[in-house]
């Protein structure tokens, strides 16, 4: 690099040259292109620390330039600059020392760290004496840190000797004190991404395994080596010279994955988002194919930070035991001649223990055995690390891990911290081949948070807290149907194998299926276990799509359910399956909503399945009877007349009392009754049923596309339509229920909302206002992802409705746009069923002709081509 700089030294001011910014700025932009330009061929490390280097240089010029140097002032770096560490995006940051408050006047200060940022830094100061600085650490662990790994740029030798003294020997945290506030602090980042290394869109700075869990260990080591030094960590005995290496390794390689990123985008940002990886792929030298070089590079960086994370909870681990404990160290509990407990640890008793394989497994039913174990030891980490480093095959082709295996999954306790703790250390990964192959798999859509091992293993999690006391009353039906289970470990299995085909080509259900069928056989489960492990592999996804995606009000859709699901025993294991699932896909993704409609194909399947018939059959009949009698009970109740509510019931169909609740008919009953002529149209807005979500009820007169000005309205207000049912009386009157929800997943509770909702929707109804336009633009999220529109037409069920599902981006107003098709072609919709699968939009609609009729051919390849063209346009 040496000759190449000479150039780019060229571009420095000389002391004859006018001071201005200007002539910096364009050495800081000389700078930056050269630094650029090496960052495909040079080591990282080097490149960073030149960085950091080449500000050190500039800024003591520049305090030469304000003529501070004959002051009792003294430049020091502090934060990631003070490590002598630099990115591109990085800000720099400076404590301004000075040997009283007075010093030098705080105008010639301002001025300098003006001038600075006139050169386009991001440069974060303090001015502070000695003093200052130790009360400011006192109050604050992040000043404190600072302090920890500040050295001096330039300035007073005098004042930085008593800078460094002082911070030595009078620095205000003990080495005790401060583990404890940098470890809270660390659990409290992880939190805040829920507790996952595994985020599609990770941070790399601040995730779990990422650069501040590396530096975490070495201001820990510093505060209690009182060094400066990383290396104290192998000289004071808490790292070997190989983990030293590793996490070296790890560190340069998430140093150059933020250098890329920063370049990629132009200023700091340690957010690895879905529109900057391509970018930092090619950076990085993973090719420019898109998502195959995203996939390699994604794939790495969560190899490496699985290594950091583990390396990280290993050394914390090793000061909590010097720094919080010492006392105990030798306090344990022997379980057998190879393991024991260890502060609630478990301990391996000699360093051969992992060299029989079996023992690996073995160690994880130890864990789920005794539930006072919540981790393993630090030293047991080391030897569980190096064990599975020297692993030439699978621990499955074992047969005595395989026994062992089986024991951990068919132990009560065995899917819960045991599982987490195999996960966590990569020993799944090592036993089964398969998971090994969806380790750090992305998956490229807004749909899923996590990549595919993490939502497998927050799935099993799921599965588990069914059952576990800590977790009760959270999903009631689940904790009933699961309690009952005789045969729970093939709940577990099944979600073990759910997706462990992704990522590979073909249905990754019929290929799942078949792996868990080869692992029941090599595992010597019965054929009635492999049977239903391999039943519920390959359709996981079968409830979960007919609950969200069809429409469960249709007889015919819970019988063709039914037929598949064949059995009560396959539908309670689905059933959990399904919750299991979506609760793990996303965060954010579960709601009332999503359980409710869950709930109701349940139950309504149950119904049908236990029925003695070899045919069972859903009797409308006695759904429609049982929901009248229901509703009849609650207005009478409420003291209107039967002959009243009687005269008004039989202006509805059959299908209301069907589609609707008996809370639902007594609501709307209520309300119609008491209307005037005048009042016209009925808007109500409520939870009459308790889902979660908001109920929007208009009752008004037939006049045609209601829907599309109601949805212009909602989409303008920022509402999602998640169901429509839109009926005619027999008199001429439309009862049109929305089901709703917030942009942010909740419900609209406000009062002042609710009433700013009503009114705009009577405005537009009215005709005193026009149905609003939607002009907002794509999401920035969005804009990285492109969904071909599909429009599918499905089997006719009844004569006079045609029904259509729709395959689109979810861009915004989307359910407003296609409204407006419907009502330019003259179709009349009759029921929307309305999911959002991340990016993509997967709606169901049910429609007719303007006189009551399905489709005819020639209409549906109109509507078709309309939508595409519209959408695709």
């Known amino acids: 690099m040496n000759t190449e700089q000479a150039d780019f030294y060229a571009h420095w001011p000389t002391s004859d040259m006018p001071f201005e910014a200007s002539a910096y700025r364009d050495l800081i932009a000389h700078y930056h292109r050269w630094s650029e330009g090496h960052f495909v061929t040079a080591d990282i490390d080097e490149l960073i620390h030149h960085r950091a280097q ?26 990631g600059y003070g490590r002598h560490t630099l990115h591109p995006g990085s800000d720099i940051d400076l404590l301004i020392l000075v040997d009283c408050e007075d010093t030098l006047g705080r105008c010639a200060v301002s001025e300098f760290v003006t001038f600075l940022w006139d050169l386009h830094l991001d440069v974060g100061h303090s001015v502070r004496t000695v003093s200052q600085c130790l009360s400011a650490a006192a109050e604050d662990i992040t000043t404190a840190t600072n302090l920890i790994e500040s050295r001096p740029v330039t300035g007073d030798e005098a004042l930085i000797r008593d800078y460094e003294h002082q911070l030595l020997a009078d620095f205000p945290w003990s080495s005790r004190d401060f583990y404890q506030a940098k470890l809270d602090e660390q659990k409290q980042r992880h939190q805040q991404y829920h507790g996952t290394s595994y985020n599609l869109e990770p941070n790399i700075k601040s995730s779990p395994g990422g650069l501040r869990d590396i530096q975490t260990i070495g201001w820990i080591a510093k505060r209690h080596f009182q060094t400066h030094s ?22 340069n390689w998430l140093w150059r994955i ?6 990629e985008v132009g200023k700091r940002e340690d957010r690895l988002l879905f529109d900057f990886q391509p970018g930092v792929a090619v950076r990085l030298g993973y090719g420019n194919e898109g998502k195959h070089s995203v996939e390699l590079m994604m794939k790495d960086y969560f190899k490496v930070v699985l290594r950091v994370s583990e390396l990280n909870q290993m050394l914390l681990q090793f000061f909590q035991q010097a720094i919080l404990n010492p006392q105990d160290l030798h306090h344990t509990v022997d379980i057998d001649e190879h393991f024991a407990i260890n502060q609630h640890l478990l301990s391996a008793r000699h360093d051969e223990v992992f060299e029989d394989h079996s023992q690996i497994i073995r160690a994880f039913v130890i864990i789920a055995e005794h539930p006072e174990i919540e981790g393993i030891h630090s030293h047991t980490i080391r030897q569980l690390r190096n064990a599975r480093a020297q692993l030439s095959e699978p621990l499955s082709y074992d047969p005595d891990c395989r026994f062992w295996f089986k024991r951990l999954i068919e132990h009560p306790a065995g899917c819960g911290r045991g599982f987490a703790l195999m996960h966590h250390h990569g020993v799944i990964a090592s036993y089964l081949p398969q998971w090994q192959q969806i380790v750090g798999q992305m998956q490229f859509d807004l749909f899923h948070a996590y990549t595919v091992d993490e939502h497998t293993f927050r799935l099993v999690r799921n599965l588990y807290r069914f059952s576990d006391p800590e977790y009760a009353g959270q999903f009631p039906l689940c904790e009933e149907r699961i309690a009952q289970m005789t045969r729970r470990h093939c709940l577990y299995l099944a979600g073990i194998f759910h997706d462990i085909a992704k990522g590979r080509g073909g249905d990754h259900s019929e290929l799942g299926a078949m792996d868990a069928s080869n692992f029941c056989l090599q595992h010597r489960y019965s054929q009635a276990d492999s049977g239903l492990i391999s039943w519920l592999v390959e359709h996981h996804l079968t409830m979960s799509v007919t609950a969200q995606k069809r429409d469960i009000h249709d007889p015919e859709v819970i019988q063709e359910f039914a037929n598949i699901v064949d059995t009560v025993e396959r539908l309670d294991f689905l059933y959990c399956l399904t919750v299991a699932d979506i609760r793990a896909t996303n965060h954010s993704l579960w709601n009332n909503w999503k359980a409710t409609l869950l709930e109701e194909l349940y139950n309504a399947t149950r119904y049908l399945l236990e029925q003695n018939s070899s045919k ?31 005269a008004l019931w039989g202006r509805f169909t059959a299908d209301y009392f069907f589609r609707h609740t008996a809370e639902q008919i007594s609501w709307h009953s209520q309300h119609i009754l008491q209307l005037k002529d005048d009042e016209l149209p009925l808007i109500l807005i409520g939870d009459e049923n308790n889902y979660g979500t908001t109920e929007l009820f208009v009752y008004h007169h037939d006049e045609g596309h209601l829907f599309a000005a109601v949805a212009g309205v909602l989409d303008s207000q920022q509402l999602n339509i ?26 609209l509770t406000e009062a002042r909302r609710i009433e700013e909702v009503k009114q705009h929707l009577l405005d537009v109804l009215h005709k005193r206002r026009k149905v609003p336009k939607n002009n907002r633009p794509l999401s920035r999220r969005l804009k990285n992802f492109s969904v071909k529109t599909q429009v599918n037409f499905l089997p006719a069920k009844h004569r006079g409705r045609t029904t259509f599902e729709l395959v689109a981006l979810d861009r915004p107003g989307l359910v407003a746009r296609l409204a407006a098709i419907l009502q330019r072609l003259d179709v009349s919709l009759l029921a929307a069923k309305i999911t959002t699968i991340g990016e993509q939009a997967e709606d169901l609609f049910i429609v007719s002709s303007s006189r009551g009729e399905a489709l005819s051919d020639e209409q549906k390849l109109t509507l078709k081509q309309q939508i595409i063209n519209d959408l695709d346009g």
């Open 722 to 747: 998640l169901d429509a049912q839109i009926l005619a009386t027999r008199d001429g009157f439309v009862m049109d229920t929305f089901v709703l929800l917030q942009r942010n997943g909740k419900p």
């Open 616 to 646: 069972p059959t859903l009797d409308v009949r006695d759904k429609i009877q049982q929901n009248k009698a229901n509703a009849m009970a609650l207005l009478l109740s409420g003291g209107y007349e039967k002959e009243a509510i009687l």
């Open 54 to 79: 080449f500000f050190d240089q500039l800024l003591a010029e520049l305090w030469q330039r304000f003529e501070f140097t004959d002051e009792p002032m003294a430049l020091i770096a502090v934060g």
């Open 230 to 251: 990383d290396e104290s960590l192998v000289e004071f005995g808490y790292m070997t010279a190989d983990e030293f290496v590793e996490l070296r390794e790890c560190m």
């Open 258 to 263: 933020r250098f890329a990123l920063h370049l």
